[in-house]
């Protein structure tokens, strides 16, 4: 089954997948990160925009936003979004901007997205490339070491006559680069039910690794995983975000 099929043939229902996510409260935290660590502008790059749900609160507290993502569907919803926007079917591992920004973020977790260390060593690249001086690139990731493979997520939405199940959890079999984020859905109409399984290949990194990798471009400052509090990492966590300033 192919790596993108809930983004793509189920795309419509993403925006179900993440009815539970605080949209507003990561968005404001990722202006008041840029307000304390940036360099005061306001041009943004969303990477793996999904339907753009950060994009419409970012354009609302006044950033000149774009979006990335590498799938058409998602794109097309986040359009009707976010009019003002300009969006771009494109590889976060591999992308360019034709004036330098002051913002990039990466949601979700998405920044796993990248096949591998090499990728992701691509996108960090092409992020720093993309950035003006002091400009910040802020993601969240999840520490390999620190992953439980018995832990899910599952919440339910009821929409029209349907109800939904949405699940998802990470995989890490304990060594290499590779994990996985396993997702699922389920769709409840009439007593009749409807399922589909998703698995997600992405790249697996502990935080000692991550920084290596971003250090030679940026100076790295790793969070508590809390949008509302700005807070040192507690080097315990095994969830954190990043926030890199372009040196």
């Known amino acids: ?8 043939d189920l795309s419509a229902y993403y925006d179900l997948m993440c009815a539970d996510i605080d949209y507003p409260a990561q968005s404001y935290g990722a202006l008041r990160l840029h307000q304390l660590f940036g360099n005061g502008g306001n041009s943004h790059l969303d990477l793996a925009c999904g339907t753009g749900p950060h ?14 993502d590498i799938n058409q569907p998602m794109l097309e919803q986040a359009k009707t979004r976010c009019p003002e926007a300009h969006f771009f079917l494109g590889d976060m591992c591999n992308f360019q901007v034709d004036e330098p920004l002051d913002l990039i973020t990466c949601f979700l977790y998405s920044i796993h997205y990248s096949a591998g260390t090499e990728k992701l060593k691509q996108c960090i690249e092409s992020a720093h490339r993309a950035l003006k001086p002091g400009g910040v690139f802020c993601f969240n ?17 009821t929409r029209g006559d349907s109800l ?27 007593g009749v039910t409807q399922s589909w399984d998703d698995e997600h290949p992405m790249v697996a990194m502990n935080f000692e690794e991550l920084t290596s990798l971003l250090q030679p471009y940026f100076d790295v400052h790793i969070l508590e995983h809390d949008y509302e509090k700005i807070v040192p990492w507690d080097k315990a966590s095994g969830n954190a975000l990043f926030v890199c300033v372009r040196t």
């Open 164 to 190: 939904f199940t949405f699940s998802s959890a990470w995989y890490y079999r304990g060594d290499g680069e590779k994990q996985a984020l396993k997702l699922s859905i389920t769709k409840t109409t009439d």
């Open 55 to 68: 994009i419409r609160h970012l354009i609302n507290f006044g950033y000149q936003s774009r979006g990335l």
């Open 1 to 8: 089954m192919s790596s993108n099929y809930l983004y793509t």
């Open 141 to 157: 990731s999840v520490d390999k070491d620190k992953i439980d493979n018995t832990l899910c997520e599952r919440h339910t939405v």
